[in-house]
């Protein structure tokens, strides 16, 4: 299956989540292997976003 996605901007990381983006870059387009910003939850509830590949996996 080829399916691709355009990953968030910076900004609405900070403006619509209300978190920093993750310091490295990203693509515009991202396709399988390619690293993209997700936002998750810690275990205290604070919001937080790391890149992850495109399966949406936590490359750290």
């Known amino acids: 299956m080829c399916t691709n996605y355009a ?3 910076r900004q609405v990381l900070r403006d619509i989540f209300g978190v920093e983006p993750p310091a490295a870059e990203w693509k515009a387009e991202t396709w399988q292997d390619y690293a993209a ?3 998750r939850v810690d275990p205290n509830g604070r919001r937080n976003s790391i ?4 399966g949406l996996t936590p490359i750290n």
Request: no cysteine; glycine share 10%.
């Open 7 to 9: 990953p968030i901007y």
């Open 37 to 39: 910003p997700i936002v």
């Open 51 to 54: 890149l992850g590949t495109f």
